[in-house]
């Protein structure tokens, strides 16, 4: 998955060249933005840029929004939320530093309402979604295209998060947490972790989908781990889909 992620940033990286307007990939962009459900994040910031050009990044929310409606497209919640989001890491990337910022994020990126009142748990899958996108949509930031590392807050925050959900283990995005997991485990453990790292690092991952995991300890967690590399590359694939197509009708 890290060779998957450092493979589209690097393609990203080109599309962010690409600041000429043009009517085919408009249109495209604003047939994806007026079917913006379960579009990814760096999706609709593509089709909001191909509109409006590189600038947009500048924008603030409200702006971004009455245009966007003055132009016939009235997203809702979660898309706004998404986009939001895009242009905070781009503005000032605390999701790497604040714990808060972090847990909003996460439910923004994947389609989640937030709600301010409580303390967001967020799912693993979500949070290694969230982390690997993240690091995408910095990549399109058009003045800085470093990734942060995560604050120890942050790393605390997600490694408590996986520990209640019952992993010993880190999905493939969040490794930099494994250390925070790992302490917060009884060192008795220590042996079943290294099992667990040794075998998911041998598992095919081609094959994952359709794979059956023993009921036991290893095969509950090796489960764990393949539902959350599923779902991350899910959520690649449709972002992949929808970006190559905003790129074809520049290139077309």
Partial sequence: MEEALSRFTELATGFSEYMVKTASRE?????????????????????????????????????????????????PEEARNKLQCVLALHKNPAFYWDNIVFQ?????????????????????????????????????????????ELDEDVQQYIAVCLKRAGYVYTPDSLKSVADNLEKMLPSEQKEFIDQ??????????????????????????????????EYVKDRANSMASDVLAIEKAVLT
């Fill in 104 to 148: 909003w994020s996460v439910q923004a990126l994947n389609d989640e309402l937030y709600d301010s009142d409580t303390i967001q748990e967020c799912h693993p899958a979500h949070m290694a979604w969230a982390v690997y996108e993240a690091g995408v949509i910095r990549a399109l930031d058009p003045d800085d295209k470093s990734i942060p």
């Fill in 196 to 229: 667990v790292k040794y075998s998911w690092s041998h598992l095919d991952k081609r094959i994952l989908r359709d794979r059956v995991f023993p009921e036991d300890s290893l095969g509950v967690q090796l489960a764990q781990l393949a539902s959350c590399y």
């Fill in 27 to 75: 249109d495209v962009a604003r047939k994806l933005l007026s079917t913006s459900e379960d579009r990814c994040a760096t999706a609709l910031y593509m089709c909001v840029r191909s509109i409006y050009g590189a600038d947009v990044s500048d924008w603030e929310p409200e702006t971004l929004w009455k245009t966007l409606e003055k132009d016939g497209l009235d997203l």
